[in-house]
């Protein structure tokens, strides 16, 4: 199977990325993690996505807040699918690194999950995987199944307290 490569700013981003890490690790989706910043460190960011393809992975996902160009960044050098994460910063809640994640210029696209929207991010890497990896694909249509009976219980005890 292929690897998902998990890239963050800063290891302050940490708290948002286990979210993914833990999704991938419930689904048995293998992953690699690297701290990278498109500001601090862009010649190992540009590095790593320009050889991601041949070092095994499917897809990216970059997390990052403030100015965030780490997803564009990283998309701009592979055609593997980027999927980004704007991560909330103190001032300004996180909408500036949704709006610098997000609004990709034609031709770099890159797929921005919801602020701090890491455990969407692994479902929607893994979904990419699955479309190659027919065992992840069921994994990922049991989850589904399992979710929606988590839902329902909870209605079901709804019932009990408020309509019975
Ligand atoms: C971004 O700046 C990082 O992704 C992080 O979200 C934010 C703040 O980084 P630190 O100052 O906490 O290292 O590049």
């Known amino acids: 199977m292929k690897k998902v490569g998990i890239v ?24 690699e993690v690297h701290i990278y910043s498109a500001h601090r460190t862009p010649v190992e960011a ?12 499917g897809v990216l996902i970059a997390a990052a807040g403030m100015a965030a160009h780490l997803a564009g960044a990283i998309a701009a050098n592979t055609t593997l699918p980027v999927i980004g994460i704007p991560c909330k910063s103190s001032n300004l809640d996180g909408m500036d690194a949704l709006l610098s994640t997000v609004q990709m210029p034609t031709g770099i696209p890159v797929a921005t999950v919801a602020i701090n929207g890491g455990g969407n991010a692994a479902l929607l890497a893994a979904q990419i995987i699955a479309l190659e990896d027919k065992e992840l694909s069921n994994r990922l249509d049991e989850k589904r199944k399992a979710d929606a009976a988590a839902v329902l219980k909870k209605d079901a005890d709804l019932q009990k307290t408020f309509n019975s």
Do not use: C, E, H, W
């Not at 981003?13 to 048995?28: G, R, V, W």
């Open 8 to 31: 963050m700013g800063s290891d302050s981003d940490l708290p948002i990325i286990k979210k993914a890490t833990d999704m991938l690790d419930s689904l048995s989706v293998p992953y």
């Open 46 to 57: 540009r590095d790593f996505a320009v050889n991601a393809r041949q070092n095994g992975f």
